[in-house]
């Protein structure tokens, strides 16, 4: 008797964990669908802030994409708002500090941020994910730009057998202090799909098509029929 009360106990608590889990997350609400660009949001639990996740198909070898992510003397032509962006100490060719200045339109203050960021891949799909994470401290401080100490991006790069390379990207920002209305719009929809965008055209771009790089392997280009 005791023995059939424990199991079902474990299992009511087995279902409930199962219950808050899925709770915790919310299903995502598209925003755009334009010219292969998705972009949606969602809520966070315990956060007024939401996450945004943009998401497309690219015609490029996967170290291309790498390559472009890593460059960070390119990122103001194509990343949303980035005005400035270095690395600060790289302590392994999988793991970086970086410092990055977005510059905000007016009236809105400037924000910089210090990130953490960390590069895997899955030897067994080829699947490519860097995450990134705020750290308090780091890199110059400009007394004019807001520090944004609380924010997550990520982006996961699954390669296909055709040679193209699934892209997406998310991020959870808390932006220091409060932001217009017009402006949330923008940072949430607008910018992650023009970034997208840009994104997109850097890639034919030769200095990428070309990239080798040790811990990325781009899959071999399908055989000739």
């Not at 070898?61 to 390119?74: G, H, Q």
């Not at 200045?101 to 895997?120: C, H, K, T, Y």
């Not at 699954?158 to 940072?187: I, K, M, Q, T």
Request: charged share 25%.
């Amino acid at each position: 008797m005791r023995r059939s009360a424990t199991c079902t106990l474990l299992l009511a608590l087995g279902l409930s964990l199962a219950q808050a889990l899925a709770a915790e997350e919310a299903p995502w609400t598209i925003r755009r669908d334009v010219d292969g660009i998705e972009v949606a949001t969602r809520a966070v639990p315990g956060s007024p802030h939401t996450e945004v996740r943009a998401r497309m198909r690219v015609d490029a070898p996967l170290a291309a994409v790498v390559a472009l992510l890593r460059d960070k003397s390119v990122a103001p032509e194509w990343i949303a708002y980035c005005a400035d962006s270095f690395v600060i100490e790289a302590p392994s060719e999988t793991e970086a500090l970086t410092y990055t200045w977005n510059a905000m339109p007016w009236p809105v203050r400037d924000r910089e941020l210090v990130m953490r960021v960390r590069w895997f891949r899955d030897a067994g799909s080829g699947v490519v994910r860097m995450e990134a994470r705020a750290e308090a401290a780091g890199g110059p401080s400009v007394a004019e730009r807001i520090r944004i100490t609380d924010a997550r991006t990520g982006w996961t790069l699954a390669p296909n057998g055709d040679g193209s390379v699934d892209v997406e990207f998310r991020s959870h920002v808390d932006p220091a202090s409060p932001v217009p209305a017009w402006l949330l719009n923008r940072l949430l929809v607008n910018a992650p799909h023009g970034t997208l965008e840009r994104m997109r055209a850097l890639l034919t771009e030769e200095r990428y098509r070309s990239a080798e790089l040790d811990f990325i392997t781009s899959p071999p280009p399908p055989a000739a029929p």
